[in-house]
């Protein structure tokens, strides 16, 4: 299996609630814009994909909050693929802090549709994600 990618944030004041930790929905801003930027990374284009009618698309989201994170906080966030059937990828993410608590994990499953919304995987996909 490759190395996980990673990608490092920091939290910001605004995405915390009233109890001082970061609201739970911010966790999936979080997660997505890791994946996006993994599979740019990968070379996935989503405008050109867009472009051929082909919209990458998640279909379940299975999170698990084990710590929180406060404003200031330093943490990184790992992401991997692995093929589920011949049609979805499960993206498997974690949140760490800087001292390597584990604060999330994340199996966030997608797909790619065609222009009539049917799940297809353009040619090539898959060798650019799982390498």
Same mark, same amino acid.
């Given at each position: 299996?490759?190395?996980?990618?990673?990608?490092?944030?920091?939290?910001? #004041?605004?995405?915390? #609630?009233?109890?001082? /930790?970061?609201? $739970?929905?911010?966790?999936?801003?979080? *997660?997505?814009?890791?994946?996006?930027?993994? *599979?740019?990374? +990968?070379? /996935?284009?989503?405008?050109? *994909? &867009?472009?051929?009618?082909? $919209? *990458?698309? @998640?279909?379940?989201?299975? @999170?698990?909050?084990?710590? &929180?994170? +406060?404003? %200031?906080? &330093? !943490?990184?966030?790992?992401?991997?693929?692995?093929?589920?059937?011949?049609?979805?990828?499960? !993206?498997?993410?974690?949140? @760490?802090?800087? #001292?390597?608590? @584990?604060?999330? &994990?994340?199996?966030?499953? %997608?797909?790619?549709?065609?222009?009539? %919304?049917?799940?297809?995987?353009?040619? %090539?996909?898959?060798?650019?994600?799982?390498?």
């Amino acid at each position: 299996m490759p190395e996980p990618f990673s990608l490092s944030f920091q939290v910001r #004041d605004y995405e915390c #609630d009233l109890q001082g /930790v970061v609201n $739970n929905a911010v966790y999936q801003n979080y *997660l997505e814009h890791a994946r996006h930027t993994f *599979l740019k990374s +990968r070379g /996935v284009d989503f405008a050109a *994909l &867009s472009a051929q009618g082909v $919209n *990458l698309v @998640l279909v379940r989201a299975e @999170l698990d909050y084990k710590r &929180s994170l +406060r404003s %200031g906080d &330093s !943490f990184e966030i790992r992401v991997h693929v692995e093929p589920e059937g011949r049609v979805r990828m499960v !993206f498997v993410q974690e949140i @760490l802090k800087d #001292d390597g608590t @584990l604060v999330l &994990s994340a199996r966030m499953t %997608g797909t790619a549709l065609d222009a009539r %919304g049917r799940p297809r995987i353009p040619e %090539g996909l898959w060798e650019n994600v799982l390498t």
